[in-house]
């Protein structure tokens, strides 16, 4: 089983583009499962449902959280779908499984006062600053995720045709920049940037005090530091920036599909789905329906 594991997670790493922290998350989940397994005498090749069942059971009663549990499942879940495309096994015993009822939380969400207090924090008189400013603004603006934004480069930025090209694993997108952004954007990369960086093919948009590519640590401590400094009694994420901008556009009347396009949730990424959104009409969206467009 242990090496089927390990093909499995070759597999997933360079067919579906998924993020370290995702592939360590399988690991571990599917790690657990053959520890069950081996504990119950158990080969991997002849788990049913009963004993997918059981397992859950288990998960169960040393306290696991239903979102822990899901998770497993899916992990346990795509193993199986693997071993079953590769002959290793005749069915997929997850087949009949349902994941555990999730309560659903509701994401916490900044006014549009507390967004504007956050960023105009950023102090624009040094690099640093500068930098800071066009961040928060992009962030808001584009309401992408917090490592699709340090995984930006330079040519993924549009400034004068106003939008940006988000990719995600095989998956890309088309989000439009306000005019805020696109001014702190565009004072960020003449002014800054070139300042910061230290090789001349550095690729990365937002880069560190040292010119590397910004990390997911640096950011949420960028953020951390501008709520402080605006005395902001809700916790701030990048990722509840990205909640503020969705619901910012729908309380300003956007429309719900288009918002979902300019997030990228996977249950409309399908190519006919994006098909229907095209960038002009999402432009138009955003223009009506962004406080800070």
């Known amino acids: 089983m242990e090496k089927q594991i390990k093909l499995f997670l070759k597999f997933i790493e360079t067919e579906k583009k998924l993020s370290n922290n995702t592939l360590q998350s399988y690991r571990r989940d599917l790690q657990q499962f053959q520890d069950y397994l081996n504990e119950n005498s158990i080969r991997y090749t002849h788990v049913h449902e009963e004993h997918i069942r059981n397992y859950i059971e288990e998960l169960q009663k040393i306290g696991k959280k239903p979102s822990t549990i899901s998770r497993c499942i899916a992990s346990i879940r795509s193993f199986y779908q693997f071993l079953v495309r590769k002959s290793k096994v005749k069915e997929d015993p997850t087949e009949k499984i349902q994941s555990p009822k999730i309560e659903k939380r509701v994401p916490s969400v900044l006014t549009s006062k507390e967004v504007e207090l956050l960023l105009e924090q950023p102090d624009s008189v040094d690099l640093k600053g500068i930098r800071d400013k066009a961040m928060l603004e992009f962030a808001y603006a584009t309401g992408m995720r917090v490592t699709e934004i340090i995984s930006l480069n330079m040519d993924d930025i549009h400034i004068d045709e106003g939008y940006v090209v988000c990719k995600n694993g095989s998956k890309q997108r088309t989000i439009p920049l306000g005019k805020m952004c696109e001014k702190a954007l565009t004072e960020y990369i003449e002014h800054a940037r ?15 005090i040292n010119g590397r590519r910004l990390t997911r640590q640096g950011f949420w401590k960028i953020i951390k530091y501008y709520k402080e400094q605006a005395h902001i009694e809700k916790d701030i994420t990048p990722h509840v920036l990205r909640h503020s901008f969705a619901t910012h556009l729908l309380q300003n009347g956007a429309d719900l599909k288009a918002i979902q396009t300019m997030l990228g949730h996977s249950d409309i990424s399908s190519t006919q789905v994006y098909m229907q959104f095209q960038d002009t009409g999402l432009k138009d969206v955003y223009q009506k329906a962004h406080p800070r467009a």
């Open 194 to 208: 070139n300042a910061l960086i230290k090789r001349d093919n550095e690729k990365a948009l937002f880069v560190n």
